[in-house]
Structure formats: structure tokens, C-alpha cells
């Protein structure tokens, strides 16, 4: 490691930059962001560069750099002028004086460089590859933006705020450790990425009046994540729910929930298969509630993952129902569900201005295992038809949309393990489709789109790896 990260209190630096140019004004706008006061030096200064300096009380001198006495009083220097041997010397003047030096494009010149930074005050992220790649650390930053909420400043600003409380109440080095743990992996965490403030400080001040009573009051206390796992693609899963995963104790996985989205669980969590099939349910329903909540009361993370969104056929409802009424708290994390995903994978919109003005979302199976759906109200011209769990009984349904008037040429889709890399689209219309599916072999997941916009998918598919029948 050439360069230590280390953090500066910034009320304390005065920087000194030598060179008027686009660096020189992009490093101003930063220092000047973080409380540090700046002056320059150039033989030229832009205006935006002026305004900059002297709107923050600095000071701006036309001139060349002539001697290290042009240094006294700083504590960092900033060499960046066009002359490589100008900022060489401003260099060899300034760690000869015990100063901060950084010298623009040539790091190992200086002894501190700037690295790309995530701004979550009172939190700071700092990204620095030794000066090797400033674009590559801003890529990376790029990427960690999105998995760093804003909220993350909020909890600090929290936490920080109860710290002398916290150290009071448990001098046990220890023990405050696994209070935190709580504090941040939990409700309270849960609360302020959520926006509810209030609400955060009120959990952390119980928090508290438990440590009172012992930690173990504390630690008592379980949580269930109900978190829909999308489609298939382990890139649709949304980024709350893959932070949540990372902080589970045990999850509680079905059979839609891909190799894919289970691969980001992390090794050392409990996994449990709770996967139901038609005629063959691994766990019935009133016992994946149960287990919810048993592990809960054990004072466990549970993360519940579904296929698709836990509240589209998904029993979602039925299972927080539970917890409600045995007061476990739990949270519920959207998922993108498979009429979305398998549609756009697939190259088939679910509604166009000139195909459908509307889309239904059905269940191809009753709760007794019928198909016995208001067939009249779903043959309507205009709306598309999204059938779930309709593969076995799929033959029925052709059946029956034809019987109740819809037009046997309807175009039909079938989407065979929708959005993964084994997706495999069959096309054809309601009458043509069960002798396909039989002849094929189709295997569930999939998902039965009914409706005009499935003629767009040989003109919108063109992107897909999809296999047409």
C-alpha cells in the first residue's frame, strides 16, 4: 500500500493551489466543499476559478511560483500548473517544509493524492487505487453510489448523537458492539432508510430502556423480511432487498426463487426450502407461516424470499397476517414480478396504444386447485391477459376463452423460465397452443400471455436468446 487513507479535519487545512486551469478549478470546488480555505497562484486565472476562491474569502495572486516563502502559512499545496518542472520543484519545496503536497498527474511526486470520494455527511467514503486510474476509482465510486444510500448519513448523524448514552449504559466494550449490531442491522436502520425519522429515534430510545433490563431483552427480538426475488435474473433484484439478504440470519426460499438470486445469499446464512409445486408442497402454507414465526421469536433475521412480488399470487398477505397477529415485525420489499419481467424480456409490451389499453393479472389455479375463472369478464378486445401458474390447466383455459366468444386466432405466448438464461418463448394463438405445449415439453416456471401485443414480439425480440415455435 503506497498511500494510507486517512481522514483530515478540514478546519484545520489551508491549502495553497498553484495553477489557474480546469484542475485547479475542480479541486477548489471540492476542498472548498469540505471546508477548507483556498488561495491560488497562477500567471492565469479563469473567472469561474476566481469567482470560486474569492466568494469563499480566499485570495487569487497573478504571478509565477518563485519561492517556498509563497508557501508560509499553508498546510497544503496543490502543484498544478502545465510545467511538469514547475510542479516538481513546488514539490521538493513543499515536503522540505513538512508540507502536504499533491502533484497533478504525477502522485508519486507529491505525498497525498485525492481519491474519488461518496458524500454521506457526516460519512465518507474514500476510493484511491495509488493514483494508478482516477477513472477506474470513479467508475467504482459510480457503482458504490447506488448501494450507499443517502439515508446512511441520516443514521450516522443518529447513532453518533446517542453515542455517550450508549457508552454509559454499557461500559463493556462488548457489549456495546452487539448493541450497535442491532441498532444498525434492524428497525431502527430499517426506519431512517425509510425516511421515517422520528420514528428511528424513537426505536433507538426503547433500544436503550432495554439495555436497562439487560441485553438479553435486547437480543430477544426477531425481524421478517418479506422480499420478492423477481423473475429469474438475479439483476432485477432490487437493491433493498439484496441489502436485506446480507443481514439475514435464515432465509425461507421457494421454488421460483432462482439459482441465480439464491447465489447472493451468503454462505454463512441458514437456508431453509420451503418450494411448493402443484400436488407436492415441500412445506404447506400454514407451516411457512408457523416457521416465520418460530424463527422471528428466536430473535432472527428471517428473510422470506418469493418469486416475483410477495403480493402477486404470491401468498404474501397470508403470511404477514400471521405475523401481525403474533406481533412479529416484519417489512415488505417489492419485487418485480414475472408479467413485467417475462413481458420485457421477451419483446412483448403488456399494453401498446394500439393493442391494448389494458392488462389483467390472473391465476390459472383456484386455492382448490380449479380453474373455475368469470371467463366472460376476461374476453374483452383491448387488454392483455397474463395467466400464473396456468400451465397445467392451460388447455382448459384456451378452452374456455374460445367458448366465451374470444376469437381462436388470439395471438398466445407461453414463457418458459422467463428472464433467465434458459428463457424459450412459444408463439402461436389459442387454439394452436396446448398441442404446442404438449409437443414441447414445457416446464413450469411459465408464465401465458394472451392479447394483440404478442405480434410485437417478433419485431421487438430481436434482443432476446428466445426460441420460437
Known amino acids: 500500500m503506497t498511500f494510507f487513507p486517512l481522514f483530515h479535519n478540514t478546519s484545520s487545512l489551508k491549502a495553497l493551489l498553484i495553477g489557474g486551469g480546469i484542475v485547479a478549478k475542480r479541486r477548489a470546488k471540492s476542498l472548498i466543499a469540505a471546508g477548507v480555505a483556498c488561495d491560488v497562484i497562477a500567471t492565469a486565472v479563469s473567472d469561474d476559478l476566481t469567482q470560486i476562491i474569492k466568494s469563499s474569502g480566499g485570495s487569487v495572486t497573478i504571478g509565477a511560483y518563485a519561492s517556498d516563502e509563497s508557501m508560509l502559512g499553508y498546510s497544503l499545496i496543490l502543484a498544478l500548473t502545465n510545467d511538469r518542472t514547475t510542479n516538481q520543484q513546488v514539490a521538493i519545496d513543499a515536503k522540505a517544509m513538512g508540507l502536504l503536497v499533491n502533484v497533478a498527474d504525477y502522485p508519486n511526486e507529491g505525498n497525498v493524492i485525492f481519491g474519488a470520494t461518496i458524500d454521506r455527511s457526516p460519512m465518507t467514503i474514500a476510493i484511491n487505487n495509488g493514483g494508478a486510474s482516477p477513472v477506474l476509482s470513479s467508475l467504482l465510486r459510480q457503482q458504490l453510489e447506488q448501494f450507499v444510500p443517502q439515508a446512511y448519513g441520516h443514521l450516522a448523524s443518529l447513532v453518533g448523537g446517542y453515542r455517550q448514552q450508549v457508552k454509559d449504559a454499557l461500559p463493556n466494550t462488548a457489549d456495546r458492539s452487539i448493541f450497535w449490531h442491532k441498532v444498525l442491522q434492524g428497525p431502527v436502520a430499517e426506519a431512517v432508510f425509510s425516511g421515517k425519522q422520528d420514528e428511528a429515534e424513537k426505536l433507538l430510545k426503547n433500544h436503550l430502556k432495554k439495555v436497562d433490563k439487560g441485553l438479553d431483552k435486547l437480543m430477544s427480538s426477531g425481524e421478517v423480511f418479506l422480499i420478492g426475488a423477481g423473475p429469474g435474473d438475479p439483476d432485477l433484484l432490487t437493491i433493498r432487498a439484496f441489502r436485506l439478504l446480507q443481514k439475514a440470519d435464515v432465509v425461507l426460499y421457494d421454488a421460483l426463487v432462482s439459482d441465480g438470486v439464491m447465489a447472493l445469499v451468503p454462505e454463512s446464512v441458514e437456508r431453509v426450502y420451503v418450494g411448493k409445486r402443484r400436488a407436492n408442497h415441500s412445506v404447506p402454507q400454514t407451516g411457512i407461516n408457523q416457521l416465520l414465526v418460530d424463527y422471528a421469536k428466536q430473535g432472527k433475521r428471517v428473510a422470506r424470499l418469493k418469486g416475483g412480488d410477495p403480493f402477486i399470487f404470491g401468498r404474501g398477505g397470508e403470511e404477514i397476517e400471521t405475523l ?124 401465458f400471455l394472451v392479447g394483440r401485443v404478442v405480434e410485437l414480439h417478433d419485431k421487438l425480440a430481436w434482443f432476446t436468446s428466445s426460441r420460437d415455435v
Open 324 to 447: 401481525a397477529e403474533q406481533h412479529i415485525p416484519f417489512q415488505v420489499v417489492p419485487g418485480i414480478t414475472a408479467a413485467s419481467g417475462c413481458s420485457a424480456y421477451s419483446g412483448i409490451p403488456l399494453t401498446h396504444r394500439d393493442y391494448a389499453q389494458s392488462v389483467r393479472f390472473v391465476t390459472g389455479q383456484l386455492r382448490d386447485g380449479s380453474v373455475n375463472l368469470a371467463w366472460s369478464e376476461l374476453v374483452v378486445e383491448g387488454q392483455t391477459l397474463v395467466f400464473y401458474m396456468g400451465l397445467n390447466g392451460l388447455r382448459h383455459i384456451c378452452g374456455q376463452l374460445i367458448a366465451h366468444g374470444m376469437d381462436k386466432k388470439m395471438p398466445v405466448a407461453l414463457i418458459e423460465k422467463g428472464t433467465t438464461q434458459d428463457q424459450r418463448v412459444l408463439v402461436s394463438d389459442l387454439l394452436g397452443l396446448p398441442d404446442i405445449i404438449e409437443s414441447e415439453q414445457v416446464m413450469s416456471p411459465s408464465l
